[in-house]
């Protein structure tokens, strides 16, 4: 399973593409918004420092117009991911793009439904939301069952681009159930990470190795 990270953050998209974890980054006009400058710069600047695919979100609603900002959008480089919003002229735009070659992400995603008509429209990735899912009392994680289901039993390309996550077992139940991506925001990577007895451990090992050096004043490796 791809990881993906969940930001806009230049600083933070290139502190965890240091560590080897990262496949790709999303953005929308939220995550944008919390960071300072221009927009645009941000956006291009992450399309240059970034490997994998990076999803950039379209703003306009009419299809004409939305069709004007994806090709914008990809030109600012071959990894960019048009993200299109679940809608009549979106679907429209995504099987436009992908009759030209260019990637789609479409986003907010909240039933089977909608991903089956996105990847017949020919989406790249299909992006469920289950944190907000589960805010209104369902369960996001069934949604991600059924998705994949769906596009196993049919075998369609479309990715399943889990998004939304609120905590660490939604990526592992994610994986469990076969998804071929999980975008996730930096905070909830730092608690993947982490583990009190990781800490622990590397405090004990530590502690030890200085009792060595004690009694060996010239060691070294």
Known sequence: MKIFLDTANVDSIQK??????????????????????NPIKTMKKIVEIVRGPVSLE????????MMEESLKLAEYGENVVVKVPMTVDGLKVVKALTNKGIKTNVTLIFSANQALLAAKAGATY???????????????????????????????????????????????????????????PPEILDKMIKHPLSDKGLDLFLSDWKKIEKDNPNLSF
């Open 16 to 37: 965890y593409s240091e560590m080897g974890v990262i496949d790709g980054i999303t953005t929308n006009p939220t995550l944008l918004s919390k960071e300072t400058g």
């Open 126 to 184: 299909v992006s469920p939301f289950i944190g907000r899912l589960d805010d209104i009392g369902s369960e996001g994680l069934n949604l991600v069952s059924e998705i994949i289901q769906i596009f196993v039993g049919y075998e369609y390309t479309t990715q399943v681009l889990v998004a939304s996550v609120r905590h660490p077992l939604h990526v592992i139940e994610s994986a469990k159930m076969g998804a071929d991506v999980v975008t996730l």
């Open 58 to 65: 379209i703003v306009a609603t009419t299809f004409d117009r």
